[in-house]
């Protein structure tokens, strides 16, 4: 499967972005779901995961309550809508699939991940 994310830009804090990963390639509903972040020098984190059938999410700690992931199997995409966000939100955004025969399983873990997408840079400014 190919994932292609968007949606990253400029904004100052307080403010709202929404992300989204068009999958393509083999059917992408058999996937779950996941973005992660990467910031200048550190590691690649966690941030939320969704199941195939949508009907369960998790998120890290450090966006629950300001972020929401959900995701349209009619149009293989799978959207971040991110509120209220800060600096420290500022990172480069990656989607990526996990082939599942679960429906309502999510997975938090990058290494769990088969296929990821090229990032979308999000800077928030204070």
């Known amino acids: 499967v190919q994932l292609q994310a968007s949606g990253g830009g400029l904004v100052q804090a307080g403010g709202s972005l929404r992300l989204s990963c068009a999958a393509s390639g083999r059917i992408p509903s058999y996937y779950a779901m996941g973005w992660f972040r990467q910031a200048p020098g550190k590691e690649r984190d966690f941030v939320a995961a969704i199941s195939r059938d949508g009907g369960r999410t998790y998120y890290a700690d450090s966006v629950k309550g300001r972020f929401t992931i959900s995701r349209d199997n009619a149009k293989n995409t799978v959207y971040l809508q991110m509120n209220t966000l800060k600096p420290e939100d500022t990172a480069v955004y990656y989607c990526?699939?996990?082939?599942?025969?679960?429906?309502?399983?999510?997975?938090?873990?990058?290494?769990?991940?088969?296929?990821w997408g090229q990032g979308t840079l999000v800077t928030v400014s204070s």
């Open positions: 990526a699939a996990h082939y599942t025969s679960y429906y309502s399983r999510y997975y938090s873990i990058a290494e769990e991940y088969d296929y």
